[in-house]
């Protein structure tokens, strides 16, 4: 799997880490994965409930074997039902509101008026009046000696206890336990039902009992109760509507009398007869000053520009200078006076009578020239004083005018208040005196809402238990108890089971299934491995050289051409089998594949790297040393030592013990003389396989996957744990282990997740396998 292929597939959920001439990632699953497909697969679901039906089956019987002794141990207990009609108002005999409150009307919904009924059924204090009034403290079931009996029921009573402790209600309860009455109405209270009927204003009132006679009279007894106090209800909240009113009219006279009287003194005081006449006449004269105001502030500031032009010396541009005539007909005369006194200097000297008569001529136009211009600068300036004394008079006469007018109109704001509040007042006491006297009417009618259809009869037949219902009941908790415990059991499972759990923790294939054989002797039960093999076939190691048509040999003839196309090269020369920890098969799947792989005529080596726990001489039922630590450590001195190497029973395979135990197993798998020795075993054989250590705490497994050209990983189907699968994985990566992929291991193929490859492998091998008289091994694979 390329790295660019990988990552797009798994995002960011990678721990990648380079290997030889490949890439190995190991994901981590404790990050969630939100690119893969979320979709639900329903044969998953199927696979573990089939997988783990004893479990789900199991559940089931205990479930419904205890639901059928407690319904076996339990009293018969039978039900009463009393049906009465609860309307939302009263049958209307007279049309008046009802006052007591009984009713669905006044904006609330007839849901929320049921509800409240409802309670009321349920309420203390209706079920010990029941008891009271019909003497039911005495009867035993209600007394407390009659319990129901059951392993359900004792169980519910156990958890009511401890809650109720816990809650710190025992104190609460003790007060019931000495008043009888109240102790027999909180279980009467338990027995009551309250049920409507759908789309109707009928409602079921039951009552559930070990008596059936107690049963129908309590039910009957609680519904006479619910209305008779229905009924005292409205009667008592008539007689308390009625004292109140009766007050708040007493009240409500005396407020409407006060401002009757304080109406008619203002009125009185104030002459609001012709209040709004004199009213409208101030406006209108008010009107009429605003109106001349308006045309002496006109006429003042024509003025007012006059005198700033007489201010200023410019006389001549006055309007009334220009425009007066008389002033016009004097300039005239005088024009001419001057014509004439030219055309006669022209003759005379100034002291000719004629010259002087028409020089002094002139001089007395130009005298009342001035004099008549003075005249209209006096005129001016007296009118600007006039219309100024006049704009002030007026402005005077429109403010008292409204203030005037501000006092009228206060005296009329004051005077609608009173008649405002004497017309409240008055509407309130006619309003008070008419329910006063509807209550009055009302008080001798018994209206109820309340009608009782059907009386509770004794029942005939029990109620509960039920035996059909609770054991079916049962059933259905039992299955969704089984499923559920199912489900969790699965998920709690942290072992490597399937090829998807591998595929899910890294991008190694699986290269081959190996199936968990149960071996059985001749009396058909399966054996347990013997502790010494003392016979060839007594070795579930040697399965493919025993029974080479098996499922089993096939199996590893299958992970055989895996390896051909491992690499472009074909199979690579030198394998190194190694687990995350022992009794994974690791020893038993390098046994094997050496065998078919010698079956095929090629010259193979088996050699036994596990120097701490070495097993392969055990197998072959043959000396420990001399083995690899010896050829190891002779290496230089001879160069091509062949006592280590020993024949076996198989035609082309030969094995290599671990040799004389070494106080440093570690150094040794990483000397270089190690690899001169695989390197020379390379060239006298076609393959090496390795049998090495498991990856976990040691290191032994790491330095020797450097000197192969290929790891196989072997994995415990149901042993070996997700998380050392990932961390020895990973370890190998972080080393840059040439991992080719992954042998999963005892592979119970009866289990329906291996449906589709038991079909495959049993076609090959027939019936169980079988020893003889010597103890055959264990069946699972090679647990090493």
Known sequence: MSEGKDNEQHGTHLQPVSGKGHQLTVYDPSVQQFEEDDTIDLREYWRVLVKRRWTVLGVVAIVVTAALLSTLLMIPEYRSTAQVQISPQSARILEYEDFSGEGAGGGRSFQEFLTTQF???????????????????????????????????????????VLGAFRGEASAAEPGQRDPVRAAAKRLRERVEIQPV??????????????????????NAL????????????????????????????????ALERSDQALMDFARENNVADLEERLEMSR???????????????????????????????????????????????????VEAETEYAQLSETFLDSYPAVEKVQSRIDNLKSEIEQRKQTIVDNILGRHENLQAREQALKDSISDREQGILALNERAVQYNILKREFETNRELYDGLLQRMKEIGVAAGVQENNIAVIDQARVAAFPFSPS?????????????????????????????????EDIERLVDRPVLGMVPLVKLKGRDGKVKKRPKRIEKLDESISHYSAVKPTSGVSESFRSLRTSLSFATPEGMPRTLMFTSAAVGEGKTTAAINLATVIAQNGQRVLLIDADLRKPRIHREFNCLRAPGLTNRIARYENTGQDNSAIHPTHTQNLFIMPAGNSTPN?????????????????????????????????????????????????????????????????????QVQSPVLGVVLNGVDLDSPEYAYYSSYYYSYEGDDDELGDGEGGQGRIGAS
């Open 119 to 161: 309670e009321i059924l349920r309420s203390r204090s209706l079920s010990e009046k029941v008891v009271e009034e019909h003497e039911l403290a005495d009867h035993p079931e209600l007394a407390g000696e009659v319990q129901q009996r059951g392993l359900v029921t004792q169980a519910r009573s156990l958890v009511g206890t």
């Open 198 to 219: 759908r789309n109707s204003h009928l409602v079921n009132v039951s009552v559930t009992a070990f008596d059936p006679q107690l049963a129908a009279e309590a039910a």
């Open 223 to 254: 519904v006479q109760e619910y209305i008779e106090s229905t009924l005292q209800r409205r009667y008592e909240s008539g007689s308390e509507a009625r004292q109140f009113l009766e007050g708040q009219l007493e009240d409500m006279r005396i």
């Open 284 to 334: 209108e004269s008010m009107r009429s000053m605003n109106d001349r105001l308006n045309e002496v502030q006109a006429e003042l500031v024509t003025v007012t520009s006059w005198k700033s032009l007489i201010e200023q010396g410019r006389i001549d541009n006055l309007e009334p200078v220009v425009e007066d005539e008389a002033l016009a007909e004097l300039e005239s005369q005088l």
């Open 467 to 499: 035996l059909p219902r609770n054991l079916a009941l049962a059933l259905v908790l039992g299955l969704f108890g089984g499923v559920g415990l199912a489900l969790l059991l699965e998920f709690l499972d942290g072992s490597v089971r399937r090829v």
């Open 665 to 733: 197993p570690a150094e040794m798998l990483s000397s270089e003389r190690l690899a001169r020795v695989i390197d020379g075993c390379k060239r006298a054989f076609d393959h090496v396989i390795i049998d090495a250590p498991p990856t976990l705490g040691l290191a032994d497994a790491l330095t020797l996957s450097r000197q192969v050209d290929g790891v196989i990983f072997v994995a415990m189907a149901g042993q070996t744990a997700k998380e050392n699968f990932r961390v020895s994985m990973k370890r190998l990566a």
